[in-house]
Nanobody
Framework: QVQLVESGGGLVQTGGSLRLSCAASGRTFSSYVMGWFRQAPGKERVLVAAISRSGGNTYYVDSVKGRFTISRDSAKNSVDLQMNSLNPEDTAIYYC?????????????????????WGPGTQVTVSS
């Protein structure tokens, strides 16, 4: 299975932007649906965005629609999350995740237990 490593986190002011990247090792990247989760202190891990194997279908949680964009590059074995108009409520550890069973339209997609492969996470802090 793939191994995932995130990068691009940091500290940004309200209204600013960050771009997170997730590098995947292994030859089977194209067989995985990819996702970005986030977890704030004391809160549950939440699926923020997901992208299909082809990149043609995406999922976004309501709170980030219109602000975040997920994309993937099969040539580079990577998936990015462009985050714009950030606010303090976006502060969290962001995790890249991968799974092969569910499509972006599937029930259960947002359940962390549905995703067997995880990166170590990257911290995003948005100051007010």
């Amino acid at each position: 299975q793939v191994q995932l490593v995130e990068s691009g986190g940091g500290l940004v002011q309200t209204g600013g932007s960050l771009r997170l990247s997730c590098a995947a090792s292994g030859r089977t990247f194209s067989s995985y649906v990819m996702g970005w989760f986030r977890q704030a202190p004391g809160k549950e891990r939440v699926l923020v965005a997901a992208i299909s194997r082809s990149g043609g279908n995406t999922y976004y949680v309501d709170s980030v629609k219109g602000r975040f964009t997920i994309s993937r590059d099969s040539a580079k074995n990577s998936v990015d999350l462009q985050m714009n108009s950030l606010n303090p409520e976006d502060t969290a550890i962001y995790y890249c995740a991968a799974q092969t069973r569910l499509s972006t339209a599937s029930t259960g997609l947002s359940t962390p237990e549905s995703w067997p492969v995880w990166g170590p996470g990257t911290q995003v802090t948005v100051s007010s």
